[in-house]
């Protein structure tokens, strides 16, 4: 496919990065920087094109005529409509346009098909939304949901003294009487799709299949408390807060904001009237004392800076047992970030580029099945992937034991009617299940990809 990106910021050079790895992109970008033009060219395959993506000449060279999808993520929301709007006209391309102010996101539905997008996304929404996930179970680091939220992959550290310790993944069906099943571990900087063999050990962090609703009886058993958050301390008022808030309050969650900008309070007192708004410096941590931090069930640090971020979430840990979670937006030391155990990491970049590359891949789709879904888990060293099964699938009405899989892939679920299956040897796929697929070291774009 020929993919156009049209601006290089943070989050046009995660899609870069990972769409350059599928073989089949021919990808160009376009940035007015000469600089991060020419870094992104010499790192990866791709051409560049040094201009603004609103000069027609600019287009035109990228090969706009030519492009089957252009992505527009440009640090200006009206730009990238502009850009969309000009590339239905000069082209015949799908398009994906970066929309990141509510006013314009809300009424975005009214104009998408005059402007022909194909997709809008909004990195602080969907990054929202993840954290309203995470604190709805806050004994997970990491939640992926799929089948439309029917199903779900969670990621948590095994404690020690935990019971699943030392304990071979195809003996905590029997022992714990529980349905979910392992899908990934990770140990240090190893990742594995484990065997019924595999041993677990405290420290790993594992990330198990469940439908929606039984994580926590599960976690019960193996003696994590799985108590939802009744209130929640957010520090910095921007748009993702904005978001947060909103779905906290409407699940009867207590919201308390702090956020050094007078103005920006005003405006967030008359948007979120349920909500408690704080004006006062975030990271000053008498006023994080004086405004009750540890009394606080969960804490969240949403502030534009990245290093404040973290050392509010540190502090936060060393003065209460709750939920931490920190926003990240360009630090590239995820080993580092990992040993400080800050709890949950929230990449507003690495959640866009899972949607969008969603969406290319889908594009690509030919052999009777469709992605719905796709998250990057185990630390972005594999994928798990939803499929809704069309005819003459080439896995349909096979048992799975007779399927001949890839090395370090899995199936990890099957949703039937709003059925949910633990998949066995003796199962087998139909047409219109959802299909959850886990693979490592392996790129799926097709349902058929799995097979040898």
């Given at each position: ?77 009206e730009l990238n409509l502009m850009l969309c709007l000009m590339a239905k006209k000069l082209g015949n391309c799908q398009t994906i346009a970066r929309v990141r102010k509510p006013e314009y996101f809300k009424a975005i539905n009214l104009i998408k098909k005059d402007l022909g997008l194909a997709m809008v996304i909004n990195p602080e929404l969907i990054s929202a939304n993840e954290i ?321």
């Open positions: 496919m020929n993919i156009i990106v049209v601006g290089c910021g943070k989050v046009g050079a995660k899609l870069i990065e990972q769409l350059s790895r599928e073989e089949e992109h021919d990808i160009t970008l376009i940035d007015t920087d000469a600089g991060v033009v020419q870094e992104l060219v010499n790192e990866y395959d791709v051409m560049g094109v040094v201009g603004s993506g609103i000069d027609v000449d600019v287009l035109n060279e990228a090969g706009i005529s030519e492009a089957d999808v252009l992505i527009a993520v440009a640090g200006s929301d309203a996930r995470i604190l709805r179970f806050p004994s997970a680091i990491k939640i992926d949901t799929f089948a439309k939220g029917r199903v779900e992959i969670l990621k948590f550290l095994v404690p020690d003294d935990c019971i699943l310790s030392n304990m071979k993944v195809m003996d905590i069906a029997a022992k714990l009487k529980t349905d979910i099943l392992v899908c990934g571990v990770e140990r240090g900087d190893e990742a594995f799709i484990p065997s019924g063999n595999f041993d677990i050990h405290s420290g790993d962090l594992l990330s198990i299949v469940a439908p929606i609703g039984q994580a926590g009886l599960f976690f019960k058993k193996i003696g994590i408390k799985t108590d939802r958050v009744k209130d929640t301390l957010i520090v910095g008022g921007g748009d993702m807060s904005y978001y947060l808030a909103k779905q906290l309050l409407r699940r009867k969650i207590a919201v308390k904001i702090i956020e050094q900008n007078q103005q920006r309070c005003e405006q967030l007192f008359e948007l979120l009237p349920e909500a408690i708004i704080t004006h006062g410096d975030g990271t000053d941590n008498k006023i994080l004392l004086e405004e009750g931090l540890e009394r606080f069930d969960s804490f969240v640090s949403l502030t534009n800076i990245d290093e404040e971020n973290v050392l509010l979430s540190l502090y936060a840990k060393s003065k209460t047992d709750g939920k931490v979670i920190t926003k990240i937006n360009r630090i590239e030391y995820g080993k580092v970030i990992g040993d400080l155990q800050l709890g949950t990491t929230i990449y507003p970049k690495n959640i866009t580029a899972e949607y969008i590359v969603r969406f290319v891949r889908a594009l690509k789709n030919s052999m009777g099945s469709d992605i719905e879904t796709l998250h990057y888990i185990l630390d972005g060293k594999a994928e798990a992937l939803e499929f809704i099964i069309k005819e003459n699938s080439p896995i349909s009405n096979v048992k799975l034991g007779h399927l001949q899989l890839k090395e370090n892939i899995l199936i990890a679920s099957i949703m039937r009617n709003g059925r949910y299956i633990v998949p066995h040897g003796q199962d087998m796929i139909l047409t219109g299940d959802s299909v959850v697929v886990v693979a490592l070291k392996n790129r799926v774009s097709d349902i058929g990809d799995i097979l040898r």
